[in-house]
């Protein structure tokens, strides 16, 4: 068991089976949550109801068009999410993220999703 699993396991036992995915080594993923944050990061695992675990995770926060402010990103280090909060999970092609200059990319924020 990885150190990584065993800190889960203590630390939140109703987690205890989350699996590192057998064909995800690590991947780089971008998250969107149902109210609407943007996370990337390593995901280390998961479980069947796509409750998740990413490492070395960064929430972008983007400035909105027209404003002088800066996108921020904030480092959040390991972090879990819960299944019912993942909107969206897609796999991240690093070398294209690594030549986007996030400071100078603006959007509209997302807006929440309405389970109907």
């Given amino acids: 068991m990885s150190n990584l699993q065993t800190f889960v396991n203590s630390w939140f036992p109703s987690l205890v089976g989350f699996a590192h995915p057998a064909n995800v080594s690590a ?4 998250i969107i949550t149902s109210d609407g944050r943007t996370l990337t990061g390593k995901l280390m695992g998961h479980d069947q ?4 675990i990413l490492s070395h995770t ?4 983007f400035a909105t068009p027209g404003s ?3 996108t921020q990103q904030v480092e959040h280090g390991l972090y879990l999410i819960r299944g019912d909060n993942v909107a969206i999970c897609g796999l991240v092609d690093e070398q294209l993220e690594a030549g986007i200059d996030w400071s100078a990319v603006k959007a509209e924020p ?3 999703m309405k389970h109907v």
């Avoid at 991947?27 to 971008?30: A, D, G, I, P, S």
């Avoid at 960064?58 to 926060?61: S, T």
Wanted: aromatic residues 0%.
């Fill in 27 to 30: 991947e780089t993923v971008t």
């Fill in 49 to 52: 109801t796509t409750n998740l």
């Fill in 58 to 61: 960064i929430e972008r926060i």
């Fill in 68 to 70: 002088e402010e800066a």
């Fill in 110 to 112: 997302l807006g929440g």
